[in-house]
């Protein structure tokens, strides 16, 4: 079974510009979540989506949004890059979290985003 | 507001010795813990997952224990190999949102030969 691809696996952006990662999930995984690795804040929530609607958010401005479709792939999109949103983005996914018994969640290699 | 603390921040031991990580969290309400792994700019790999009801899960050389009364958590490494070099991060599901991962700040594990 193939894991949790993420692309692109790195990014270049300036300030000012937005950018979309997208995420693919293990096969059969409704959720996918959204988290923000930088060396200063460590690993942070961003979102989580399931059956294409937000079930969870993290404490982020509106400038990160995301979107989940009906394969549950999904997309996350930062508007107005600042320097401090480079980091390394992570998604994950898992089969049916939330709805009762312990689920782990399995990660992708990430999105490395630089922003100058 | 959930916070996760892991202890110590860097650890270098001689392959063959046993190691202990330590993970400690403020809100016992929690839904289920889980070690992961990650290697230098990788992504993270799930380790062993302990539901809130459980005290302890065992996968090979590892185990990990949960005593979410005192909101403490182990993971014992056992007879270490430099393949276990790695950052070892522990995360929590608050009850009621269990894909919602506070995570710690992770232990920095150095096996040396």
């Known amino acids: 079974k193939a894991g949790v691809t993420q692309t692109p696996r790195y990014l270049i952006k300036t300030r000012g510009q937005q950018v979309t990662l997208s995420c693919s999930p293990i096969?059969?995984?409704?959720?996918v979540s959204w988290y923000q690795q930088t060396p200063g804040q460590g690993l942070q929530f961003l979102f989580e989506y399931f059956s294409e609607t937000q079930r969870n958010k993290g404490n982020f401005p509106g400038r990160f949004s995301g979107r989940q479709f009906s394969n549950s792939r999904s997309e996350m999109n930062v508007s107005t890059l600042e320097l401090g949103d480079s980091a390394l983005y992570l998604c994950?996914?898992?089969?049916?979290?939330?709805?009762?018994?312990?689920?782990?969640?399995?990660f992708g290699p990430g999105t490395r985003l630089t922003v100058l | 507001k959930q916070e996760v603390t892991q202890i110590p921040a860097a650890l270098s031991v001689p392959e063959g010795e046993n190691l202990v990580l330590n993970c400690s969290f403020t809100d016992s309400a929690i839904y289920n813990l889980q070690w992961f792994r990650q290697d230098p700019g990788k992504g993270l790999t799930s380790l062993l997952l302990?539901?809130?009801?459980?005290r302890e899960q065992t996968s090979g050389r590892l185990n990990a224990s949960l005593d979410k009364s005192s909101g403490r958590s182990t993971l014992y490494i056992a007879a270490s190999q430099p393949g276990d070099s790695a950052t070892y991060l522990c995360?929590?599901?608050?009850?009621?949102?269990?894909?919602?991962?506070?995570f710690g700040t992770g232990t920095r594990l150095q096996v040396t030969l």
């Open positions: 302990i539901q809130s009801s459980q």
């Open positions: 995360a929590v599901t608050p009850t009621g949102t269990a894909s919602k991962l506070t």
């Open positions: 096969s059969g995984h409704r959720s």
């Open positions: 994950a996914s898992s089969l049916e979290a939330g709805l009762g018994g312990a689920d782990t969640q399995y």
